[in-house]
């Protein structure tokens, strides 16, 4: 039997079920009390015709879309895909579906998502910034459009957020390697631009200096988040003159990138070298040698930023939270006791 191609209007669906429309979209929005008896009728003619209710007619009526945006630096690193799934997750439950944006680490990019995300009327936004946004910032906090940021601090902009306590994180990873005995420890940092790097180069150099250490700056180096700079880092610390014992490496991607680099030098890891990244994305486990690293509780930075969205989007009144997660000393077998050589 042909399909019809027409599609089925809230006309349609009324004069099946014998009601109003206005009865009809009581029953879809429930916004008021219907009969049960109504209510079947109503549901019935619905599936007999295939009716779908428009999205777009529903906020318009009820100035609510039932979506929301999440625009991070980078859908490549699997830090960000499960804090994602935290988000997503729980505004899933909530009755909320999400759009996903990759600003690349570009505000330019990110800006013009800002922008697509306010004209489709999301109800709100998570936002992890890209580290130098100050345009996108501003645009954003003209804007009405709730929204949080998570895991990167933008301390100009007026917003919830939940972030990790990063200088712990630096400290608690440099620490672990000054009670292995190291004292020439290096560290790779990503750009001095993301507030979480810049913190935990904080907490390292916190670490140092308890202990008495003098920062050396060759032993500081430079990424950008992603594995190969990881690596590259690693081969200039290793091609000094007095190379270190062990490396601090400021995300899991990096830390990764500088175990194949260490393979390629055929420096062993951890008898020659100890390496300890921060994340603990579910591959720094799963690695050889198993990655020691800073655990950041992913999920729950995605879920608790989920969770005092709505909350903002429910009532726009709410005092405005800042909230700092913990993160964890994971160790595995990529950092070990200083070994001396008699020699
Ligand atoms: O791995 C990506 C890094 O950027 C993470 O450490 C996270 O904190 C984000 O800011």
New binding site residues.
């Given amino acids: 039997m042909a399909r019809s191609s027409h599609i089925s209007t809230i006309r349609d669906v009324a004069e099946k079920a014998g009601v109003s429309v206005t009865t009809v979209s009581h029953v879809i929005n429930k916004t008021r009390f219907v009969s049960e008896d109504l209510v079947k009728r109503v549901d019935d003619a619905i599936r007999e015709l295939n009716y779908q209710p428009s999205g777009l007619a529903r906020s318009l009526r009820t100035k609510a879309s039932g979506s929301l945006g999440v625009i991070i ?2 859908n490549t ?4 895909a499960e ?1 994602v799934r935290g988000i997503e997750d729980y505004c899933y439950k909530q009755g909320y579906s999400v759009f996903l944006c990759n600003s690349d680490g570009d505000p330019d990019k990110e800006y013009n998502y800002i922008k697509l995300l306010r004209e489709k009327g999301v109800d709100g936004m998570v936002l ?1 910034s890209t ?1 130098n946004d100050s345009d996108s910032l501003k645009f954003l906090d003209q804007g009405k459009i709730p929204k949080v940021i998570i ?2 601090d933008i301390e100009s902009l007026n917003s919830d957020s939940v972030l ?1 306590d ?1 200088l712990a994180g630096g400290y608690k990873a440099t620490k672990h390697l000054l009670d292995l005995d190291h004292t020439r420890i290096g560290c790779i940092t ?1 750009s001095s631009q ?4 810049a913190q ?1 180069l904080e907490g390292y150099i916190q670490a140092l200096k308890e202990k008495g250490i003098a920062i050396d700056s060759t032993l500081i180096e430079t990424g950008d ?1 992603k594995s190969q700079s990881g690596g590259d880092c690693l081969m200039r610390l290793m091609n000094q003159p007095e190379p270190p014992t062990a490396v601090f490496v ?5 830390a990764f990138g500088a175990l194949a680099a260490a393979r390629q030098l055929e420096i062993h890891v951890p008898d020659q070298l100890s390496i300890v990244g ?2 603990d ?1 579910a591959m720094a486990s799963m690695i050889i040698p198993s990655l020691s690293t800073i655990a ?1 509780p992913k999920r729950e930075l995605g879920e608790t930023g989920a969770t005092l969205l709505l909350q903002r989007i429910k009532d726009k009144d709410t005092a405005q939270s800042r909230i700092v997660l913990e993160p964890l000393l994971v160790v595995r077998e990529s950092s070990a006791q200083l070994v001396v050589n008699d020699k």
Wanted: some cysteine; glycine content about 6%; aromatic content about 14%.
């Fill in positions: 630096p980078d690193n699997p830090f960000f804090v992890v580290g895991d990167r990790v990063n990503g993301i507030t979480p790097s935990r988040f400021c995300n899991d991607l990096m921060f994340d994305i950041q």
